[in-house]
Nanobody, 128 residues
Framework: QLQLVESGGGLVQPGGSLRLSCAAS????????IAWFRQAPGKEREGVSC????????YYAESVKGRFTISRDGAKNTVYLQMNSLKPEDTAVYYC?????????????????????WGQGTQVTVSS
């Protein structure tokens, strides 16, 4: 079965860190740009970060720039989102999505884009 599976979410205090994982099952992520999204209760899903298939291109939303880092490990067929200095407003369900783009150095983190695969989401709660 071809799917993406997120993991690593949980409850963390403000200022803490979490690392989310997005693992592919049934296919290789090597040819896919990967994006992370999040959706808080009552809010629209928003793009947080993305990484190109080559790993050379990345994007971060202003709200997470300097705090989150996206990376990929081809050997583990996994993309990570390292989240530091977490704030209560980072509380949301986090999703990863994969898109096969023509340009290996590009990625996209837009809910308007048609991705090939989506994960089921992992809950991140930042609270004291």
């Amino acid at each position: 079965q071809l799917q993406l599976v997120e993991s690593g979410g949980g409850l963390v205090q403000p200022g803490g860190s979490l690392r989310l994982s997005c693992a592919a099952s049934g296919f290789t992520l090597d040819y896919y740009a990967i994006a992370w999204f999040r959706q808080a209760p009552g809010k629209e899903r928003e793009g947080v970060s993305c990484v190109s298939s080559s790993g050379s291109g990345t994007y971060y939303a202003e709200s997470v720039k300097g705090r989150f880092t996206i990376s990929r490990d081809g050997a583990k067929n996994t993309v990570y989102l390292q989240m530091n200095s977490l704030k209560p407003e980072d509380t949301a369900v986090y999703y990863c999505a994969a898109a096969r783009l023509q340009h290996q150095g590009m990625c996209v983190a837009s809910v308007k884009f048609k991705y090939d695969y989506w994960g089921q989401g992992t809950q991140v709660t930042v609270s004291s």
